[in-house]
């Protein structure tokens, strides 16, 4: 089965500083997605990569998937207080049809200090 | 626009009594349909995934069951609650062909 590593568990991070998340597979990705989470509340969806190198934005946050499909990165610039949450990638196997099953990674505490 | 609805919030149970989830969704039809448990330290757990009605596919064996009784209802049930089935259980649905899942707000439930 697919497991998703992130990095690092929790990070703490002054306001206005940048920070990377990471997230490691042990197989190819089909697709890669990225959740924000607030402490008892539902995932929020923030965005999905698919392609080899692809990267997309919102707001101030970039995600990048690399080349081989094994590794994406959550970047944040300028981090501000409404940034902080926990933060999990989610991974479709490789061309699972029409039934997607994603699993998740532990996920990565992100507070950010004003 | 789609909405996903969870009840109840929050619910604390003693040991051996039943349970009863309800997951709705609106504003679409024949969504893909998952139940989720996130235990601290464990990360998102997928317990059942539904892709239409009475279709159910359970990912881990254990003391709960799920329903599909309607189009954009699923519902997450136990005869008898351990205290294991503590956690905070989320409700996912995506559209068919699609990976993207939308989660609901989650229930959190204790058993004492």
């Known amino acids: 089965s697919q497991e998703l590593e992130q990095s690092p568990q929790s990070l703490i991070v002054q306001e206005g500083k940048n920070l990377t998340i990471n997230c490691t597979s042990s197989?190819?990705?089909?697709?890669l997605y990225w959740y924000k989470q607030k402490y008892g509340e539902g995932l929020i969806f923030l965005m999905m990569?698919?392609?080899?190198?692809e990267e997309k934005s919102h707001e101030k946050i970039t995600a990048k998937l690399d080349e081989k499909k094994q590794q994406s990165s959550l970047h944040i610039t300028a981090s501000q207080p409404s940034h902080a949450g926990i933060y999990l990638c989610?991974?479709?196997?490789?061309?699972?049809?029409?039934?997607?099953?994603?699993?998740f990674g532990k996920g990565t505490l992100l507070t950010v200090n004003p | 626009s789609q909405t996903i609805h969870q009840w109840p919030a929050t619910l604390v149970q003693p040991v051996g009594s039943p349970l009863s989830l309800e997951c709705t969704v609106e504003?679409?039809?024949?969504?893909?349909l998952y139940w989720y448990r996130q235990a601290a330290g464990r990360g998102l757990q997928l317990l059942f995934y539904?892709?239409?009605?009475?279709?159910i596919s359970s990912e881990v064996p254990q003391n709960l069951s799920a329903s599909r009784p309607q189009d954009r209802q699923f519902i997450l049930s136990s005869k008898k609650l351990l205290l294991s089935d503590s956690g905070f259980y989320l409700c996912?649905?995506?559209?068919?062909?699609?990976?993207?899942?939308?989660f609901g707000p989650g229930t959190r439930l204790l058993v004492l």
């Open positions: 996912a649905w995506s559209v068919i062909g699609s990976g993207t899942q939308y």
């Open positions: 197989k190819t990705l089909y697709g």
């Open positions: 990569l698919q392609k080899g190198g």
């Open positions: 989610g991974a479709a196997p490789f061309s699972l049809g029409s039934n997607y099953k994603l699993t």
């Open positions: 504003g679409t039809s024949n969504p893909n």
């Open positions: 539904s892709v239409g009605i009475g279709q």
